[in-house]
């Protein structure tokens, strides 16, 4: 895992060795940077001193991405079997929050959990599910086909007032086909 500075200059590498490091993300105060690796046994999520140190072991098992809530409280991460889970931040035992579907994409807002489930009952669709106890839950059904919708850099993302959802969607694929003469 790297920093560089938004105004550009010199990268910082914050883990050593040679682990396959992924799906970095800060936690909400800046101090910590959670990402998945291989380092120990399997697929885990670590954190990492964002001024640099020494990797922290958050939950063994983990798959991505790991994001944290926005109290700071929680490292919220997908699972190997189709589940959303968190933990708390400082460690500890993991409690699953939502089922997902298989290739579903989500993100957390201050208010709840998103997901972009293009396997859903129905066809495509995101929901929203609220952290609060009786809030209410909601589904925006999504036009096309189920795979359509791709997993990208940008998998699934909410602005930051909740006003609206950032996802990938691919309208057409299509390719041009060229017909070469006295090729030799």
Partial sequence: MYVIGSEGGATRRLTAGEFAESAGSWSRDGKW?????????GSAVWKVPSGGGSPVLVV????????????????????????????????????????????????????GIYILDPDAAGGPAI??????????????????QPNTYTAGPVELDVSPDGRWVLYSHLDRNEGDIMLVENFR
Avoid: H
């Avoid at 940077?33 to 046994?41: A, D, L």
């Avoid at 929901?127 to 096309?144: K, Q, V």
């Fill in 33 to 41: 940077v959670y990402f998945v690796s291989n380092r120990g046994s």
């Fill in 60 to 111: 063994q098992k983990g798959g991505r991405p790991a994001r944290a809530s926005f109290d700071g409280q929680f490292v919220y991460y997908g699972g190997f079997d189709g589940r959303i889970w968190k933990v708390p931040s400082a460690g500890g035992e993991p409690t699953p929050v939502r089922n997902k579907g298989k290739r579903a994409m989500w993100t957390i807002s201050v208010t």
């Fill in 127 to 144: 929901d929203f599910f609220p952290f609060a106890p009786g809030g209410r839950s909601e589904t925006l059904r999504l036009r096309g």
